[in-house]
Nanobody, 126 residues
Framework: QLQLVESGGGLVQPGGSLRLSCAAS????????IGWFRQAPGKEREGVSC????????YLIRSVRDRFTISRDNAKNAVYLQMNSLKPEDTAVYYCAASDVCSGYVSLGGKNFDHWGQGTQVTVSS
């Protein structure tokens, strides 16, 4: 079964950092663009970041652009989301998913992405 598995979430104080990992099970990631998405309670799923299959192009939404970094290590078959200076409004379940390209990761809310993982909870609170 082709699936992505997220890890690295947790409870952190405002201003803290977390590094999320997205690993593949049953397939290799190097032919896919990988997106990170989040969904807070009572809110729609939101595209946060995306990285092209080669890693040469990265995208971040404005609200996280100065704080988050997306990267990938195709040798390890993994994609990462480094989150610094976390804020309470970053609290959500974070998911990764795969697509051919990053286009639509924000505008389509991930509807063109597949192989969703189960998500990892990120809670930013004092």
């Amino acid at each position: 079964q082709l699936q992505l598995v997220e890890s690295g979430g947790g409870l952190v104080q405002p201003g803290g950092s977390l590094r999320l990992s997205c690993a593949a099970s049953g397939f290799t990631l190097d032919t896919y663009a990988i997106g990170w998405f989040r969904q807070a309670p009572g809110k729609e799923r939101e595209g946060v970041s995306c990285i092209s299959n080669s890693g040469g192009n990265t995208y971040l939404i404005r609200s996280v652009r100065d704080r988050f970094t997306i990267s990938r290590d195709n040798a390890k078959n993994a994609v990462y989301l480094q989150m610094n200076s976390l804020k309470p409004e970053d609290t959500a379940v974070y998911y990764c998913a795969a697509s051919d390209v990053c286009s639509g990761y924000v505008s389509l809310g991930g509807k063109n992405f597949d192989h969703w993982g189960q998500g990892t909870q990120v809670t930013v609170s004092s």
